[in-house]
């Protein structure tokens, strides 16, 4: 199987303070990948090093080619994306046009399959199409969300990152927002899952990494990890 990502030993610090310690993992063309972990962990930060956003030791791999020293641009550029945990919303403008906003790059190269594309996710996203006309700072927790997921697939991504899609959201739809990452595979797209919902995770999920304190201290096929003790004691909620 071909390798979209592959990061070995990366490191982030904060001062002398190390958030990251030698990470290594990997992420399979296609398939979908997920770090769970407790908060403060480092989740976060290593999607932050992974994009460029924070200065970062190590090797970064993409697409076969080494990116380390590539600048966010660069990144985005190559087909990489992130859904932050924030969402990150252009709340003062429309749902359109932050939708249109994700496709800016290729529309700047000339493409002409936009508007097939804001079609295609309008039929993924019912919700959004309903709310087309509104402002993106009136919507719910999970429009947000799912307005974020569709403004990132607008870019045409080839790896896309997901930070805590499922923080602050009901319980709903957070079936629901796991059901469209779940059916997002099937586009293609490689994923890279950051998630304390390690339930939620480990369902989607073909491998898992478990990240405590900036050390990953577990990986395997996320079916394993689901039976494995540590894991269900820990962030399962089952002992």
Request: hydrophobic share 45%.
């Amino acid at each position: 199987m071909s390798v979209s990502l592959d990061v070995r030993a990366l490191s982030v610090a904060y001062g002398k303070v190390e958030a990251l310690h030698e990470a290594s993992l990997v992420v399979p063309e296609g398939a979908i990948v997920t770090v769970i972990g407790p908060n403060g962990a480092g989740k976060t930060t290593l999607l932050s090093a992974l994009m460029g956003l924070l200065p970062a030791r190590g090797a970064v791999s993409y697409g076969g080619a080494d990116i380390s020293d590539r600048p966010v641009e660069g990144r985005v550029a190559r087909g990489m994306c992130l859904v932050p945990e924030r969402r990150e919303l252009f709340g003062e403008l429309r749902v359109e046009d932050n939708l249109l906003l994700g496709a800016f790059p290729r529309i700047q190269r000339g493409a002409k399959d936009v508007r097939s594309d804001l079609a295609e996710m309008y039929r993924r996203f019912p919700r959004l199409q309903e709310r087309r006309s509104q402002l993106a700072g009136t919507l719910s927790g999970g429009e947000r969300q799912m307005l974020a997921l569709a403004r990132a697939l607008m870019a045409r991504p080839r790896l896309l990152m997901l930070d805590e899609p499922s923080l602050g959201l009901a319980p709903r739809i957070v079936r629901d927002i796991f059901q469209i990452i779940a059916d997002l595979k099937k586009t293609g797209v490689s994923i890279l899952l950051v998630e304390q919902n390690a339930r939620a995770a480990l369902q989607v999920a073909d491998y898992g990494y478990v990240l405590e304190t900036g050390d990953i201290v577990l990986e395997g096929p996320a079916s394993d990890l689901a039976a494995n003790p540590k894991v269900i004691e820990t962030y399962l909620g089952l002992a």
